[in-house]
């Protein structure tokens, strides 16, 4: 089976509709998928209908906060419906408005102007720091993304803003409360020490997080196979997931992505 359980679309900070999504889903042999966008459930409200032989999961991507630093956690096999996760992507969709007025604040006192209305021109939907880094090349400021990023979006740099975000423990909570599995999204991009890490997926679990990626995108076979270790040494389930935003970017392919090791647990076997 083909499972790509972490993927984007230009409801948050993707490039395809959600039906262009579940489009090349069926077209890559996708047999099970989950549309996790970035604070929204929005997808699931613009999708028409999905192909029998493509298993859609409801799933979203949280975003949270551990000791200062951004941590994203997916929930997947949610109810839309809930109460507690339709008032928790209400909350995240204002700290998303507020968020991006302070990152064009920012950028504005280092001489780039209306930037929050040159973001919103390239937004569907949720503005995030993606759109920023379109408008910074439109103007000319950097040449690409990974120069916007580099300079003033990326971690540690002026349009990084992570302070208004829930911690971790809530992120994890509104997941449960809503039916679903909490999974650590992509630990070995964080950019921590190991002994860091291993104090994020402990905490992580502490708060009731159940599950974690071990494969994100395309990633060496070390990786994969040290993120397997972790993910039995705290008993936790496996995920995998492209971390799909958009069809140039080869190293996160919707639904090319390696299998889970063998020493995994599959979270779908919760639900399968």
Known sequence: MIIDLHCHTNMSDGVLTPN??????????VDMLSITDHDTLDAYA?????????????????????????????????????????????????VRAQRAQEISNRLGRLGFDNCLEGAQRFAHNQIGRPHFAEHLIAIGAVKNANEAFKKYLGAGKVGDIKEHWPDIDTAVQWIRQAGGVAVLAH??????????????????KDAG?????????????????????????????????????????????L???SNLPETCNPVWDRWS
């Open 20 to 29: 262009e999504l579940i489009d090349l889903a069926i077209e890559r042999g």
């Open 46 to 94: 613009h999708t028409t209908a999905v192909p029998s032989g493509l298993k859609l999961i409801p799933g979203i991507e949280l975003s949270s906060r551990w000791r200062k630093q951004g941590i994203h956690i997916v929930g997947l096999n949610i109810d839309l419906s809930n109460e507690a996760m339709v008032s928790a992507v209400n909350q995240q969709s204002k």
């Open 187 to 204: 630990p070995s991009k964080y950019k921590m020490t190991r002994t860091k890490l291993t104090e994020l997926i402990s905490d992580f």
């Open 209 to 253: 997080g159940e599950a974690m990626e071990v494969v994100s995108g395309l990633q060496i076979p070390s990786v994969t196979r040290d993120l397997a270790k972790l993910c039995s040494q705290f008993d936790l389930l496996a995920s995998c997931g492209s971390d799909f935003h958009s069809p140039d970017k080869k190293w996160a392919a």
């Open 255 to 257: 639904g090319l992505i």
